[in-house]
């Protein structure tokens, strides 16, 4: 495949990649056939839509992709299980993990019982004292006080805790809502619902925890209209699974399109008082999109987890009272300045350590004494994105025991690995899916674990590529990019996991304008000397050598890749191009 534009070597290192030759003739096609505009067709033909499906995936429906939640084992039992708690009035606790997808999770049951007339106890274990998941006092504990407890985003692997609740003297059923990776065996309880069990078919294997919940409680709403009865609507609901989708990076495909779709025309609508004051704290202008969710709304929530309550981003979601949701926001806003604050720190240091490490191996990993544990996935994230491997970042406390979070690359199953130096005993416990996990270890087996760990990840290629090419959907000139092509491309989103948002090529242009902004970013005009300007910002410019070299451009020529958006601002509309890569034109 030859290098789009020629570029081998961007100013960013890497390589890009245009759409191959068929894609390029599938989206001629598609365009003379559809009426559709080509960019937009290219968009289409790399996710390998024809033509004649273009139409209902530019418009996906619950109605056409929602499926079934009795194809789900276990689900009819949790469903039943669920409902007679509710119907005989019976104490409900709710153990949900830390993340966003937890809390939403937490806030879709919590939500459902309070429209029902019934409440139920909230418990979030602390990330530092307690670690991921469920663990025998709290559940226990929990077991004391309640009739039946559900695991939301947690418990598949939790067999003991699951069996300290069940087999407590005052006994308590357990239902397993959760979407992690199943071993062999399952805890023995009322029902673990999950579409990544083992005995699974793997169809809905993208749905995030959020999403479980949503389909329990709709069986639940199926089960309730044939006694007669309804329940609330569930629709209005659709908010809280968007969220928890985008934010847990589950794949946008399948359902999972519609239902964050859905969600986010529910989210405009404000109705949810806890998400309305987060957005306005965030100062998220415009419609809700999945870039607002992901990169705004989420790393708030995930704030309360990482470095404050566990429990500040559920109680925020599932609130109905104004002043709560108000001072609720505020707080979390304020732990994630924070959170950014030891970030930095923290990734300065594992990013030194890592390259002394070396960077080609098939892992990069950096461990350090006092590293948070609500900030070592971001850091192990912000490894994976620039060195294109899978990263591990670790913080020991002072009784040397490690928590540590991971990130994968495409292609490479990082959950089952760590699942697998788990039971080979190199790992008090670990877990996860294919592109996260989560792990514990003691100092003395850490070099041996990770050593054991870069040997499995090797034999599934990591550490066989370099830098990762930029892939594009082709070449646009600057006087096309319309705000009306932007909002065509947005019915072929939503954009995230698995559906990268469109990015195209800008040929040979000038720059008429770069300044740096903040610590590190970039913001730039440019034409190509026929068309209008364009403005453009590139986030973390100058983390590397992308914004020297466009700031100090002398009056070169560059070709520039990203992907277009809309800005709003003052009530006006323009159109952006949020900068990825650049490189000088040869032409």
């Known amino acids: 495949m030859s290098d789009f534009l020629d570029v081998s070597a ?65 689900m009819t039992a949790a469903a039943t299980r669920f409902l007679a708690a509710f119907e005989r009035r019976e104490r409900i606790a709710v153990f949900a993990d830390y993340d966003v997808d937890g809390a939403t999770s937490a806030a879709l049951l919590i939500t459902w019982l309070r429209e029902m007339g019934h409440r139920a106890t909230l418990y979030i274990p602390d990330r530092i004292d307690e670690g991921y998941g469920p663990n025998e006092p709290a559940m226990e504990a929990l077991a004391r006080d309640h009739d039946l407890i559900v695991c939301v985003d947690c418990g598949t692997l939790s067999h003991g805790p699951i069996a300290a609740a069940t087999g407590a003297p005052d006994p308590a059923d357990v239902i397993v809502l959760d979407h992690h990776l199943g071993g062999e065996t399952l805890p023995e309880c009322t029902a673990v619902v999950n579409p ?30 044939e006694a007669g009865k309804r329940g609330p609507d569930l629709m209005s609901y659709l908010d809280l699974v968007a969220l928890g989708t985008v934010a847990d990076v589950a794949p946008l495909i399948g359902v999972n399109r519609a239902l964050v779709r859905q969600g986010l025309r529910v989210m405009a609508g404000r109705k949810r008082i806890g998400i309305a004051k987060l957005a306005d704290v965030a100062r998220m202008d415009g419609l809700p999109s999945a870039y607002h969710l992901g990169f705004l709304l989420g790393p708030r929530i995930n704030a309360g987890g990482r470095i404050g309550a566990a429990d500040l981003g559920a109680r925020l979601l599932s609130t109905t009272d104004p002043h709560e949701a108000q ?154 990019a319309s705000a009306d092509l932007i909002e065509r491309f947005e019915a072929a989103g939503p954009y995230g996991a698995a559906a990268p948002a469109p990015r195209f090529a800008f040929p040979d242009c000038a720059i008429h304008f770069a300044k740096q902004v903040g610590a590190n970013h970039l913001k730039l005009s440019f034409s190509d000397g026929m068309g209008p300007r364009i403005d453009a910002i590139s986030f973390g410019a100058f983390d590397g050598p992308l914004g020297s070299a466009l700031q100090n451009h002398g009056g070169a020529r560059f070709h520039l890749a990203g992907r277009l958006e809309i800005n709003h601002w003052g009530g006006r509309k323009s159109v952006q191009l949020r900068l990825d890569d650049a490189a000088e034109s040869r032409g």
């Open 10 to 74: 961007s100013l960013t290192g890497r390589r890009w990649v245009g759409p191959a030759g068929e894609i390029i003739r599938h989206a001629e096609a598609m365009a003379q056939l559809t009426d559709l505009p080509l960019a937009l067709c290219q968009i289409l033909a790399r996710r390998g839509i024809e033509a004649q499906d273009a139409e209902s995936f530019l418009a996906p429906t619950l109605k056409d992709l929602l499926p079934d939640p009795a194809t789900l084992k276990d």
């Open 327 to 480: 001072a609720l926001a505020e707080r979390l806003d304020m732990l994630n300045t924070e959170r950014r604050e030891i970030e930095n720190t923290v990734r300065d240091l594992a990013t030194e350590q890592a390259q002394e490490r070396g960077l080609d191996g098939p892992l990069v990993w950096a461990a350090g004494d006092g590293w948070h544990p609500g900030v070592v996935g971001i850091v192990a994230s912000r490894l994976k994105e620039s060195t294109n491997r899978p990263a591990i970042v670790i913080g020991f406390d002072e009784d040397g025991i490690g928590k540590g979070s991971g990130r994968s690359i495409t292609g490479v199953d990082l959950g089952a690995s760590i699942q697998r130096l788990a039971a080979e005993g190199l790992l008090e416990k670990g877990g996860g899916h294919k592109m996260a996990a989560g792990l514990t270890v003691t100092r003395d087996k850490l070099d041996a674990a990770m050593e054991r760990l870069s040997e499995l990840l090797a034999k599934q290629g990591a550490g066989e590529a370099g830098p990762a090419d930029l892939k594009l959907d082709g070449l646009l000139m600057p006087g096309a």
């Open 196 to 225: 990544n069990r083992q005995d699974e078919t793997g169809d809905l294997a993208h749905l995030c925890a959020a999403g479980v919940v949503f389909l329990m409680l709709v069986e639940t709403g199926r089960q309730l209209r």
